[in-house]
């Protein structure tokens, strides 16, 4: 950029420079006759050369230059149309986002009203399902707690009912034996020593 700058300027001085002498020149001349004037249309001719001569120069430099520079913002004015061409459609995009969700919300909403209805169902049946299986098991175990307080109570009246049968029966027969039924068992006893005794009395005089 400072070397296309720096040339036009340069051109531009040196038209000036070229120009400026023969302006000067044709109005030191303007009184004379004219031979003079057709020198001055002669001079006014080679400053219009000379400009050309330096618009062609300067051209010729500048060419590369200047190509170089156009070429470059062109690529730059380029990229950035791209970009913001981009952007719009990443801009849009989210704008048509944001209004496909905005038109489908209340379907959203309704779909998660539903799951959670859905959801709260399956987890009362759950929990029904659970209550039940517990209430069967805690049936099954008192009717087994019953069965087996039966059992020992049954036992328990078994042997309390032989032992009273024992009892009663041992009150009954002390109630037959009387007195006389004692004193004839007492007399039964002292026979039945005294026979075991008699062979030794009669044995121990030998």
């Known amino acids: 950029m400072r070397i296309l700058v720096s040339t036009v300027v340069l051109a531009i001085a040196l038209a000036v420079s070229a120009a400026g002498p023969a302006e ?9 006759s004219g031979e003079a004037q057709s020198h001055g249309t002669d001079l006014t001719g080679w400053k219009w050369i000379n400009f050309f001569l330096l618009v062609g120069i300067a051209g010729y ?3 590369k230059p200047a190509g170089r520079f ?8 380029r990229k950035g149309i791209r970009e913001a061409q981009a952007l719009r459609e990443e801009a849009e995009a989210r704008v048509a986002d944001v209004e496909r969700r905005l038109a489908n919300l209340d379907q959203d909403i309704q779909h998660l009203r539903d799951r959670a209805r859905d959801e709260a169902a ?3 049946e759950r929990l029904r399902n659970v209550t039940s299986r517990d209430i069967a098991r805690i049936q099954a175990q008192a009717e087994e707690e019953i069965r087996q307080a039966a059992k020992s109570a049954e036992s328990r009246l078994r042997r309390d009912a032989t032992a009273l049968a024992l009892q009663l029966a041992e009150q009954k027969l002390r109630s037959q034996v009387d007195a006389s039924g004692q004193d004839a068992l007492v007399r039964r006893f ?4 005294g026979t075991s005794l008699e062979p030794q009395s009669e044995s121990s005089p030998r």
Not at 190 to 193: A, I, T, Y
């Open 61 to 63: 430099f500048l060419a």
């Open 190 to 193: 002292v026979d039945g020593l």
């Open 24 to 32: 000067a020149q044709q109005g030191s001349h303007s009184s004379e």
């Open 122 to 124: 399956a987890e009362a």
């Open 70 to 77: 156009f070429a470059g913002r062109t690529h730059d004015i």
